[in-house]
């Protein structure tokens, strides 16, 4: 025989106010662990530094706006083949030079009848790829050459920052076309020209910041324990500099961004059909006065992505820095 269902009581307001209340001591709860001055483990003392870090950095609404920027760069460049409405490189004649506002090509088509979007989705991969991996070969080698110079000091330091000084001497964006230009156009040549000209800045700014330490009563201390000279400056020296190194990274991902678009521009880096940001600019500047789109809206991504980094930086300063911070 079947038995009617069990009516489950109505929700009171009591018991609403009772959870909120339980969840919102619990939150402070949670706060005030993270936030106490007398952690009692290492991965309290931590998280506590991590949550005062975010804090501070998400209170300033430009860099979030620039953090917001970025995330939506690296959506698009992750999930390209599903969110690009059109294939980048096919070309419908038919269709070609279409206004922005389009139905079918919200920011129109360039001069083959490929669809501009797409190929901004797509080349934000490009520009990103170039600008991480140019980050991930020069912070290593400017931090390890200035470390090493402020570390050891004498004719070590004398001959590693006069090869700095004489690379710091030349323009970075004519040393990185010169290279460009000798090693010849394509997406690798460019990383390497950019590289070669990237690292003295980071060498300068990592032996600004051993010479602060290497003195300090911590190293000291651990010499007199017996601790190498090795293990001195990969244990303590390095991760002491890396955050610094780090914030001047993002900062720089900016300049690094508009040198991949000028070689680009100029033909030197990656080649066509490829959907890279300032070959599109190059390709649209002879259109510009009948279709001023297929240029213009390449560079406002440009300028996006270069300012998002510029306020990434910003906030990362002020985090890390303890000139900026509390």
Same mark, same amino acid.
């Not at 483990?41 to 209170?59: C, E, I, K, M, P």
């Not at 690379?167 to 964006?173: E, G, R, V, Y």
């Not at 017996?226 to 400056?233: H, K, M, Q, T």
């Given at each position: 025989?079947?038995?009617?269902?069990?009516?489950?009581?109505?929700?009171?307001? $009591? %018991?609403?106010d009772?959870? $909120?209340?339980?969840?919102?001591?619990?939150?402070?709860?949670?706060?005030?662990?993270? @936030?106490? %001055?007398?952690?009692?483990?290492?991965?309290?003392?931590?998280?506590?530094?991590?949550?005062?870090?975010?804090?501070?950095?998400?209170?300033?609404?430009?860099?979030m706006?620039?953090?917001? *920027?970025?995330?939506?760069?690296? #959506?698009?460049?992750?999930?390209?083949?599903? #969110?690009?409405?059109?294939?980048? @490189?096919?070309?419908v004649?038919?269709e070609?030079?279409?206004?922005?506002?389009?139905?079918?090509?919200?920011?129109?088509? %360039?001069?083959?009848?490929?669809?501009?979007?797409s190929?901004? *989705?797509?080349?934000?991969?490009?520009?990103?790829?170039?600008?991480?991996?140019v980050?991930? *070969?020069?912070?290593?080698?400017?931090?390890l050459?200035?470390?090493?110079?402020?570390?050891?000091?004498?004719?070590?330091?004398v001959?590693l920052?006069?090869?700095?000084?004489?690379?710091?001497?030349?323009?970075?964006?004519?040393?990185?076309?010169?290279?460009?230009?000798?090693?010849?156009?394509?997406?690798?040549?460019?990383?390497?020209?950019?590289?070669?000209?990237?690292?003295?800045?980071?060498?300068?700014?990592?032996?600004?910041?051993?010479?602060?330490?290497?003195?300090?009563?911590?190293?000291?201390?651990?010499?007199l324990q017996?601790?190498?000279?090795?293990?001195?400056?990969l244990?303590?020296?390095?991760?002491?500099?890396?955050?610094? #190194?780090?914030?001047?990274?993002?900062?720089?991902?900016?300049?690094?961004? @508009?040198?991949?678009?000028? @070689?680009?521009?100029?033909?030197?880096?990656?080649?066509?059909?490829?959907?890279?940001?300032?070959?599109?600019?190059?390709?649209?500047?002879?259109?510009?006065? $009948?279709?001023?789109?297929?240029?213009?809206?390449?560079g406002?991504a440009?300028l996006?992505?270069?300012?998002?980094?510029?306020?990434?930086? %910003?906030?990362?300063?002020?985090?890390?820095d303890?000139?900026?911070?509390?």
């Open positions: 025989m079947h038995r009617p269902a069990a009516s489950v009581p109505p929700l009171h307001d $009591d %018991d609403r009772d959870d $909120d209340r339980a969840s919102t001591t619990r939150r402070r709860r949670c706060r005030d662990w993270l @936030l106490t %001055d007398s952690p009692t483990s290492r991965a309290q003392a931590v998280l506590g530094s991590a949550y005062r870090r975010w804090t501070r950095f998400a209170s300033n609404p430009l860099s706006f620039g953090l917001g *920027i970025l995330v939506l760069l690296v #959506v698009a460049a992750a999930l390209g083949p599903l #969110v690009a409405p059109h294939d980048p @490189l096919q070309q004649l038919p070609r030079l279409m206004p922005p506002g389009s139905p079918s090509h919200w920011f129109g088509t %360039d001069q083959l009848g490929r669809d501009i979007l190929r901004l *989705i797509y080349g934000s991969r490009l520009t990103l790829s170039i600008a991480i991996l980050v991930v *070969i020069v912070v290593p080698i400017g931090l050459i200035g470390t090493v110079a402020g570390f050891f000091g004498g004719w070590t330091d001959v920052m006069r090869v700095t000084d004489i690379a710091l001497a030349f323009p970075k964006i004519v040393l990185a076309l010169a290279f460009a230009a000798a090693l010849g156009p394509g997406v690798i040549n460019a990383v390497v020209a950019i590289s070669i000209t990237a690292w003295p800045a980071y060498a300068r700014l990592a032996r600004a910041e051993t010479l602060r330490y290497v003195n300090a009563d911590f190293i000291h201390a651990a010499r017996g601790a190498s000279r090795p293990r001195l400056l244990r303590y020296i390095v991760p002491l500099c890396a955050s610094s #190194v780090v914030v001047r990274a993002t900062l720089d991902m900016a300049g690094i961004v @508009l040198t991949v678009a000028g @070689l680009g521009f100029l033909g030197l880096g990656a080649q066509p059909p490829s959907p890279e940001w300032g070959y599109m600019v190059a390709s649209g500047r002879n259109v510009l006065l $009948d279709a001023w789109w297929v240029a213009t809206i390449p406002i440009i996006l992505v270069s300012l998002a980094f510029n306020l990434l930086g %910003d906030g990362l300063r002020d985090v890390f303890p000139r900026h911070g509390d």
